[in-house]
């Protein structure tokens, strides 16, 4: 799984790097957590909490056909990024993250990347905003 920036298409770049440095520049200090990731990478992401033998709690992604997955659709690149502002976030074991969803500072980051016109994160039936560190590109890739 990759953070590299040139793992993002050329076409959602512009964007995405215009929402790091909005954050930088209004001092919302942000970590990224993935940008782009192979098939295989998203298949063994999404095995977790339903095929290895976790609790469902555990579940990392809910989808097959992420907007990471640098496919030969999107050019081998990925169209999403994931970040966390760096100041909320704590470490839980070798490799998880955890933060309070509660925290303003996601709205202040959402509010950044929708005003971009990044799509951000996912809002479930229930009308409940998940995933709420995942910003994507929803343009066009002609």
């Given at each position: 799984?990759?953070r590299?920036?040139?793992?993002?298409?050329p076409k959602?770049?512009?964007?995405?790097?215009?929402?790091?440095?909005?954050?930088?520049?209004q001092?919302?200090?942000?970590?990224?957590?993935?940008?782009?990731r192979?098939?295989?990478?998203?298949?063994?992401?999404?095995?977790?909490?339903r095929?290895d033998?976790?609790?469902?709690?555990?579940?990392?992604t809910?989808?097959?056909?992420?907007?990471?997955?640098?496919?030969?659709?999107?050019?081998f690149?990925?169209?999403?990024?994931d970040?966390?502002?760096?100041d909320?976030f704590?470490?839980?074991g070798p490799?998880?993250l955890?933060?309070?969803?509660?925290?303003?500072?996601?709205?202040?980051?959402g509010a950044?990347?929708?005003k971009?016109?990044?799509?951000?994160g996912?809002?479930?039936?229930?009308?409940r905003?998940?995933?709420l560190?995942?910003f994507?590109?929803?343009?066009e890739l002609?």
């Amino acid at each position: 799984m990759s953070r590299l920036l040139q793992d993002i298409h050329p076409k959602a770049r512009p964007q995405i790097c215009e929402l790091l440095a909005t954050c930088a520049e209004q001092s919302i200090p942000v970590m990224i957590i993935f940008t782009g990731r192979t098939i295989e990478e998203q298949i063994g992401l999404y095995a977790i909490g339903r095929t290895d033998g976790q609790p469902k709690e555990k579940q990392v992604t809910w989808t097959l056909d992420s907007k990471h997955v640098m496919s030969a659709k999107q050019e081998f690149k990925s169209l999403a990024i994931d970040v966390c502002p760096f100041d909320i976030f704590s470490l839980h074991g070798p490799d998880k993250l955890q933060w309070d969803e509660k925290d303003p500072a996601w709205q202040k980051l959402g509010a950044i990347g929708e005003k971009i016109g990044l799509k951000w994160g996912v809002v479930d039936g229930s009308g409940r905003r998940k995933d709420l560190g995942h910003f994507e590109y929803t343009g066009e890739l002609k």
